[in-house]
């Protein structure tokens, strides 16, 4: 059973980069038939997509956050990341990784989801 | 457009049927999923591909996806389903969330 898991600083200060790890166990990262998708929730607030890329390395990125995201994949360490820039309070949110089936664009299989707060 | 309207929220007394639609720009050309978020958790899909349900899911959850407006139906409602709601679009390179909706059993 595939299981995902974040991790990274719960704090972050303003300006700052916020990165973000997502463990895949119990599966492999490389595999053409999913990708690997970073979604946020503000405290009281929607779901919002970040991005997602897939294990060769391509990416699509939400076009509102697309000049501050990057995102990598690391088949050794069977894991991805995000980096967001130029973090705001705004940023403050509960962030979940999670796996799309390219089909179907459905996310089956969600991470327990890291809070990061940005503040000084 | 990958903007999705939810109503914000929806009431509906136990054992009756819910009703929760989600708008969007020719919804009907994209695929449709549906979410259950529950205070604290990670959301649960409900529904996919417009209308199917996975493995553990019950029937009373059912939905459909026609023009701009999908559409999820919970019928007999049980206290368990007070939760928030949310529709996810895909057309096959960007993914869209609806704003939500909370379901309140009353």
């Known amino acids: 059973q595939m299981q995902l898991q974040e991790s990274g600083p719960g704090l972050v200060k303003p300006s700052q980069t916020l990165s973000l790890t997502c463990a895949v166990t119990?599966?492999?990262?490389?595999?053409?038939?999913?990708?690997w998708t970073w979604i946020r929730q503000p405290p009281g607030k929607g779901l919002e997509w970040i991005g997602y890329?897939?294990?060769?390395?391509?990416?699509h990125y939400n076009p509102s956050l697309k000049n501050r995201i990057t995102m990598s994949v690391d088949t050794s360490q069977n894991h991805f990341s995000l980096n967001l820039t130029s973090v705001t309070a705004g940023d403050t949110a509960v962030y979940f990784c999670?796996?799309?089936?390219?089909?179907?664009?459905?996310?089956?299989?969600w991470g327990q989801g890291s809070q990061v707060t940005v503040s000084s | 457009s990958s903007e999705l309207t939810q109503p914000p929220s929806v009431s509906v007394s136990p054992r009756q049927a819910a009703t929760i639609t989600c708008s969007g720009d020719?919804?009907?050309?994209?695929?449709v999923s549906w979410y259950l978020q529950r205070p604290g958790q990670s959301p649960l899909l409900l529904i996919y591909q417009d209308f199917k349900r996975p493995s553990g899911i019950p029937e009373r959850f059912s939905a459909s996806n026609s023009g701009n407006t999908a559409t999820l139906t919970i019928s007999g409602t049980q206290d368990s389903d007070e939760a928030d709601y949310y529709c996810q679009a895909w057309d096959s390179t960007t993914v869209a969330f609806g704003g939500g909706t909370k379901l309140t059993v009353l």
């Open positions: 020719k919804l009907q050309d994209k695929f």
């Open positions: 119990g599966g492999s990262v490389g595999t053409a038939d999913y990708f």
């Open positions: 890329i897939f294990y060769s390395g391509r990416t």
């Open positions: 999670a796996r799309g089936g390219f089909t179907y664009g459905s996310f089956v299989i």
